[in-house]
């Protein structure tokens, strides 16, 4: 029974993903004195994709028709690995926090190699780009999961966030710490402001984006899709480190996640809103104070918690 009830909550989660862009795009909107498109126009979007017909440039290889594929079930599979409320996710074993990240960065690498792959120096330039910035923002993932993973000895994303009690006050600073440096991640790996404007045509400024360009029908669609599934996985995992799993009860447990996403969704529509577009040399910079920020967090919590 609890496991027919994860795969419900999970096929939930994927069948939402786009109306948590829709909720974005729409207070956006609200936000900056317009009524804006409906939650629900990510959904016409997808429905108008699919009726298109898949065009493929004639430098196009193989690798450009398994690129939106494998980018698209990537994130799936790693949208199992995480928990969602209380309750457990599909996939779940010791190491599976490694197995979350190479899910991830395999996503990126087939999207990177589909851009390459048409012999557009656009697309290439946005593959160099989204290249260059994953390598500062790994290291973020790795030192604020792995700090939980170091304080409570374990390697399972679900162990290690049912750990998680906010009962002690200098554990909660470095909780909040931690879900920083997550959110500044979320930002950067879906390409939202100020590290990417999602709605730009400009080639010259994009990085997502440009690297989609040459796509249509039903590559578009999946590559679309993953970019909306993945920022809920983002949104998640940022959530799961507010979500008190010690409360034993799933309705309250996925109500709070409910919640917490909610609030994530209103800092990022402030943030969108409010700031502008870094240039791109200061993009590193911005990732490395958040990765600077999580190693300092777990230097100052072991120092005052021997």
């Known amino acids: 029974m609890e496991k027919l009830i994860s795969v419900l909550i999970y096929l939930i989660f994927i069948v939402s993903a786009p109306l948590f862009i829709g909720i974005v795009n729409k207070l956006k909107s609200r936000l900056t004195g317009r009524l804006g498109p409906s939650i629900f126009q990510?959904?016409?979007?997808?429905?108008?994709?699919?009726?298109?017909?898949?065009i493929y440039a004639q430098s196009a290889s193989f690798v450009s028709r398994i690129a939106p594929v494998v980018s698209f079930s990537s994130i799936l599979f790693a949208g199992m690995i995480l928990p969602i409320g209380f309750y457990k996710p599909l996939?779940?074993?010791n190491g599976d926090i490694i197995l979350f990240a190479y899910l991830l960065g395999l996503s990126r690498?087939?999207?990177?190699?589909?851009?390459?792959?048409?012999?557009?120096?656009?697309?290439?330039?946005g593959a160099a780009r989204e290249a260059t910035f994953a390598v500062f923002a790994e290291p973020i993932y790795f030192f604020t999961l792995g700090s939980l993973a170091f304080i409570f000895k374990f390697t399972s994303m679900y162990?290690?966030?049912?750990?998680?009690?906010?009962?002690?006050p200098s554990f909660i600073i470095f909780i909040i710490v931690s879900a920083i440096s997550v959110f500044f991640l979320m930002i950067t790996e879906t390409s939202r402001m100020p590290v990417d404007d999602p709605n730009t045509h400009l080639?010259?400024?994009?990085?997502h984006?440009?690297?989609?360009?040459?796509?249509?029908?039903l590559d578009l669609f999946l590559y679309q899709y993953s970019s909306y599934l993945k920022m809920l996985v983002y949104a998640t995992f940022a959530a799961d480190f507010f979500n008190p799993f010690n409360v034993q009860n799933h309705i309250i447990g996925f109500l709070l996640y409910i919640i917490i996403l909610l609030i994530l969704i209103g800092n990022l529509v402030w943030i969108e809103t409010m700031m502008g577009?870094?240039?791109?040399?200061?993009?590193?910079?911005?990732?490395l104070f958040a990765a600077s920020i999580g190693i300092l967090n777990l230097l100052i919590y072991t120092f005052f918690n021997k």
Do not use: C, W
């Open 159 to 168: 162990d290690i966030f049912h750990s998680i009690s906010l009962n002690d």
């Open 203 to 207: 080639e010259l400024t994009m990085i």
């Open 277 to 287: 577009r870094f240039r791109m040399k200061n993009i590193p910079r911005y990732l």
């Open 91 to 93: 996939i779940s074993f």
């Open 209 to 217: 984006e440009v690297m989609i360009l040459d796509n249509s029908g």
């Open 109 to 125: 690498f087939f999207q990177i190699l589909g851009a390459m792959d048409i012999g557009s120096s656009f697309e290439g330039m």
């Open 42 to 54: 990510t959904y016409f979007d997808l429905k108008r994709l699919l009726r298109k017909e898949t």
